[in-house]
């Protein structure tokens, strides 16, 4: 079912680091029947440390990133997908609202975390919910929430 064709769901970078939630298909989620889900990586790009994460994105994941997106654009600190199996992403936002850290962990797999420092702008959100609605647009899976 994977496509060449890839979508970056999630893209947060800084001047020397990125977090990005890269998209590359979608396949039957397990055991859960007529239910798929989006599958790709998790890729983490700094001075220090660069690595990537295989992942798989539910629709409820990418309702509950339009949920965190809506926070953060709020100035709320939010974790997606906290104190699942899969990898969460965390977003503390520092008090002058243009840099966020941003850090993956992997609670179950590899039981590593690392953080990152990005710059979030007003135009980094209207980014960022357009790569939502374009993740759905490119891989439709039922019961996603759309905007």
Do not use: C, Q
Not at 39 to 47: H, K, N, R
Not at 67 to 96: H, I, K, M, N
């Amino acid at each position: 079912m994977a496509s060449a064709e890839s979508i970056d769901l999630i893209r947060l970078e800084g001047e020397d680091n990125s977090v990005t939630v890269r998209i590359t298909g979608k396949r039957p989620a397990p055991g859960r029947s007529g239910v798929e889900v989006l599958v790709g990586e998790i890729l983490v790009d700094t001075a220090f440390v660069r690595g990537s994460l295989a992942t798989s994105v539910s629709p409820e994941d990418l309702t509950e990133w339009r949920e965190t997106l809506d926070a953060l654009d709020g100035g709320e600190d939010r974790t997606w997908r906290a104190g699942r199996r899969d990898p969460e992403l965390s977003v503390e936002l520092d008090p002058d609202g243009e840099l966020a850290h941003v850090t993956i962990a992997d609670h179950s797999m590899s039981l590593t975390s690392v953080t990152a420092t990005v710059t979030l702008t007003d135009e980094w959100f209207d980014e960022a919910y357009e790569r939502l609605d374009e993740t759905l647009r490119t891989w439709p899976v039922e019961g996603a929430l759309r905007g």
